[in-house]
């Protein structure tokens, strides 16, 4: 093989290694069941519950010290931008069905590059299944 076919072949390479190495953040956000949830908010006082259903949804019962951004509001997307981006999230919605709100909300703050975002396996249903507290309305 000549000298040149050989360097172009070895640069070839070398470009397509840190093409790859270089792959986009993926779209699937770690997933956290309601017992780890509940043991690191007990453990990090900075974790951050997101709570995406309606407002109405929240006032039934919602989990302590959560925040309520309503996904389907038209300022979602201007709310969640004045979070810190730096924290930790868990985001939830009622039970975190496939392309639903919860993946709506996780795909916009990707987009904002937020560094740490978990997914609350089975949301507010399976939190309260596992007798996790919450706070209801009267």
């Known amino acids: 093989m000549k000298m040149h076919t050989k360097i172009f072949l070895l640069t ?15 779209s699937i956000d770690p997933v956290i069941n309601v017992d780890d949830a509940l043991a690191l908010l007990s453990n990090d006082t900075s974790v951050v519950v997101l ?21 389907n509001a038209e300022d979602f997307s201007e709310r969640v931008a004045l979070l810190d981006r730096n924290k930790t999230y868990i985001v939830h919605c009622a039970a975190n069905v496939k392309n639903g709100r919860t993946e709506k909300s996780l795909d916009i703050m990707n987009g904002m590059e937020f560094s740490s ?12 299944n596992n007798g996790h507290p919450v706070i209801e309305s009267n």
């Not at 070839?12 to 986009?24: E, F, R, V």
């Open 12 to 26: 070839a390479i070398l470009l397509t290694g840190l093409a790859c190495s270089k792959a986009p953040k993926s």
């Open 51 to 71: 709570d995406v259903r309606t407002p109405a949804e929240y006032e039934v019962a919602h989990i302590e010290n959560s925040i309520n951004i309503d996904i």
């Open 117 to 128: 975002l978990l997914d609350l396996e089975g949301g507010i249903i399976a939190w309260q």
